[in-house]
């Protein structure tokens, strides 16, 4: 006797395709409308699908803002493990990755339509969220203050040094300083103390 179910192999594959396919399209509406104007219903109609296709992949506009925030961290965790490879110093470490990630999201347009005055709010919410985001700073501080003196880092003091930090990431965004000169003046003199601190 045979069973005539047969197991769909690809679904997986299909369902990551298609997420990442609703992603690539948010972020061209992000880009054209502003992140606060883009829709469940505007995002189905470009994707080319029902809204009820849509709220198969997510729930709702949240979770596919948390989606994006997840796949953008990851590029920027890559971008900065690349400026601080290879450097030693913590500071240096610390100053060169904030300024990749600031540079980073200010040369993305969609990423720099998160930072305007109607989004920075729900940006900054977002990324205080993200497990992504935590988990590339907490990783990140974690070596550097192993590196710093061999301190073996506590999880919760990583942790608020992380949340702070990245405050001051959002801050940069959507105050920036005058120029690059003066942003990492700023990390230099007030973040660098407070982060690599006891």
């Known amino acids: 006797m045979s069973d005539s179910r047969t197991v769909d192999w690809l679904a997986t594959d299909r369902a990551e395709l298609g997420t990442q396919r609703i992603l690539d399209v948010a972020e061209r509406l992000f880009i054209e409308h502003g992140v606060a104007a883009v829709t469940m219903r505007s995002l189905a109609t470009a994707v080319g699908c029902s809204r009820a296709t849509l709220?198969?992949?997510?729930?709702?506009?949240?979770?596919?803002?948390?989606?994006?925030?997840?796949?953008?961290?990851?590029?920027?965790?890559?971008?900065?493990?690349?400026?601080?490879?290879?450097?030693?110093?913590?500071?240096?470490?610390?100053?060169?990755?904030?300024?990749?990630?600031?540079?980073?999201?200010?040369?993305?347009?969609?990423?720099?339509?998160?930072?305007?005055?109607?989004?920075?709010?729900?940006?900054?919410?977002?990324?205080?969220?993200?497990?992504?985001?935590?988990?590339?700073?907490?990783?990140?501080?974690?070596?550097?203050?192993?590196?710093d003196g061999g301190r073996d880092p506590d999880a919760a003091d990583l942790r608020e040094r992380g949340r702070w930090l990245v405050r001051v990431i959002v801050s940069l965004l959507t105050t920036p300083g005058r120029d690059p000169d003066d942003e990492r003046a700023m990390l230099e003199q007030f973040v660098v103390p407070v982060v690599l601190g006891p």
């Open 55 to 147: 709220y198969r992949y997510f729930p709702g506009k949240s979770e596919v803002l948390a989606a994006y925030v997840e796949r953008a961290a990851a590029q920027v965790g890559v971008a900065i493990a690349g400026a601080t490879d290879g450097t030693s110093d913590p500071g240096t470490r610390l100053i060169a990755a904030v300024m990749t990630a600031v540079e980073a999201v200010r040369a993305n347009p969609a990423l720099s339509a998160w930072f305007t005055a109607d989004t920075a709010g729900a940006s900054a919410n977002l990324a205080l969220l993200s497990p992504a985001i935590e988990e590339i700073v907490r990783g990140f501080l974690a070596d550097i203050r192993a590196d």
